[in-house]
């Protein structure tokens, strides 16, 4: 019996001891493996993932041990080579490996499998404008540790910081005039003749105007700008203090953490967890219902792919307000919460499409928008309408082995009785298209060609009176003052056109040329609905004509990048470089005054300047 027991006791160890570790942990979106899988994908090596992004480590790997095995004619050696180092890097090692900065460990304890994985690194970016001089520079330090706790569950906590500094431009002011609107009248805290309680920043005609600051990043590209910090920075002189932005040397910090779950031969997985998302079939940064560069929150979302072919998920979460030098009076409208649910089909090799809804909602104990799968869309009008629906959907079609084209639409308010549809204000949609085409001659060569754009007052939102909260909610698609969906402002769109590779293993490079045309949300040409911050559309029946009913600014951006690894050579070191110009034009609408269809000309004052700009950024990550 004793025997018996020791044999058994023994096996079970044994079987623990070899139990491979799950890894439900999110890999970082900004991992070159995600543009691996995305090109061996066009290539039609391997089926494309589910596309609610960070995958789970399993996932990656599981994808990267497809591209590995394909037949040869599908990659060539150098190719071959590049992913068998990016599958290498997520090898564990028994003890702290000093190449990597990393300690791990895996113990069979009470029957079951765990494993605890810590580490650090660094990564400093400094980044110079010129001729007109601006500096950023942002330095963090990523202290983690996490593991596995059996075979189904995973943990990670993520602790930044550092410290930074960030050049702004002031260019003017927001103006938010005063106003009553001709057909609910002004905010009185009465519900209106059709029952629903709006709220105007102003209660009436005779009030002042209310001004908030216009600034613009100018050692970034534009629009590339997203704050690494949490609720506030802290310069040296004023560490107790509550400081909204780094204009001088500050410390700042973040905190990004999850729990993972996976069951069903991972057919079934849940998060939660508070990091950066991008759900969307596109590579990251291209979503318009949740993107990559939008600010981290906290939320519990999943998974399930009850067939091949069919994929579910769904998110809720509690978005972060927008910080300034008061956390009481800035939280108040900003009592909010976040839910997104997303279909998709994937029709073989060649064709996906996928739909949801979003809506972001003031807190309440609501239980149909946490209810997985149920319609966020025939949910909001059953508890009210007091609530902002979002609707998107995405459809693709690949030719493996040589690209593919694509359309993605995200609408946030239409009436599609009203005429002139498309130069209403109240239609409130963004879209996109473009194709993506495998260059053959360069070492996973990427060509991608896509036009984007963002209508007025599109991700804004009016403030919203409910009977559960204090005060009105500002229900706008944004977190911590930053867009939930694509990085353009309202009324913007945008023609890009990018060419990436990565010619051996640990380098890469990209050449990018991008047309911005956007209104200008300052000055005495401001565009209504060309700013997050815009909450009113002033009158229903209100008309648009792009680019000729106001002042536009137009930035024409050229850049160059690439980043090496020197992990290849044993040295735990990756630097990167990205050189650029923009130049930046402005035009108003050059017929009888602005607010109609004319022509526009070209405009350059003290307010609305036009310049060229050369920036320079260079950086460098240890233990990357």
Known sequence: MKKFSFGFVFCLLFLCSTLGAQQFNSVPLNHDAYGLIEMAVLRGIVKAPPSVKPWPEFTVKAKLTEIIHAPPELLSPGEQEIVAEILASFERKDGLDYRTGKYHAERPVAGTHLSLDAGLNWESVFSVKAPSPATATVNMGNLFVGGDMGGHLSWNFNLHGGFLQVDRKYLGDHEDPPYIDPKYGAYDGNPNSDGHHYYYDLPGPNDPPTYSPVYAIPAYFPY??????????????????????????????????????????????????????????????????????????????????????????????????????????????????????????????????????????????????????????????????FDNLALFADLEFRLPGFGKIWGSLYVDEINLNQKPFFHLDRQMYAYQGGFKINIKWLPFGLL???????????????????????????????????????????????????????????????????????????????VDGSSLTDK??????????????????????????????????????????????VITRYTINGSAGIGNEGDYEALNDAVYRAGTGFIFSIGFTVYP
């Not at 290849?568 to 650029?580: I, K, M, Q, R």
Request: glycine letters at 8%; hydrophobic letters at 40%; proline letters at 6%.
């Open 536 to 581: 009113i559309i002033k009158d229903r029946n209100s008309e648009k004509y792009f680019l000729k009913d106001g002042v536009y600014q137009w930035n024409h951006v050229l850049k160059i990048g690439g980043t090496y690894s020197l992990k290849t050579l044993n040295v735990p070191l990756a630097v990167f470089a990205e050189t650029g110009i």
């Open 448 to 526: 991608t060609m896509r036009y984007t754009k963002v209508e007025p007052f599109c991700y804004t939102h009016e403030y919203t009176e409910t009977p559960w909260n204090r005060v009105p909610t500002d229900t706008s698609y944004q977190n911590n003052g930053e867009s939930l969906g694509f990085y353009l402002p309202p009324n913007s769109d945008e023609f890009l056109f990018r060419l990436e590779s990565m010619f051996l293993p640990g380098t890469k490079a990209h050449f990018q040329y991008q047309m911005i045309h956007h209104g200008v949300d300052f000055g005495y040409g401001r």
């Open 224 to 385: 590339t700008f997203t704050k690494p910090w949490e609720a506030a920075v802290f310069p040296p002189a004023d560490l107790g203090g509550y400081h909204s932005w780094p204009d001088k040397f500050a410390f700042a910090y973040e905190l990004i953490s999850e729990i993972n779950a996976g069951f069903f031969d991972n057919r079934l997985a849940f998060r939660f967890g508070r990091m950066r998302r991008d759900w969307g079939p596109e590579g990251n940064g291209s979503s318009l219902y949740m993107n990559a560069q939008a600010r981290p929150f906290m939320a519990i979302e999943g998974t399930a792919v009850p067939i091949d072919w069919l994929w579910f998920s769904f998110l809720t979460g509690a978005l972060e307000y927008q910080k300034g030098t008061n956390q009481w009076s800035d939280a108040d409208p900003f009592q909010n919460l976040f839910s997104l649910a997303l279909l998709e089909v994937e029709a073989g090799k060649y064709i996906h499409f996928d739909f949801g809804s979003a809506t972001v909602w003031p807190k309440r104990f609501e239980l149909g928008y946490i209810f997985p799968i149920n319609s966020n869309f025939f949910y909001q009008n059953n508890v009210g309408d």
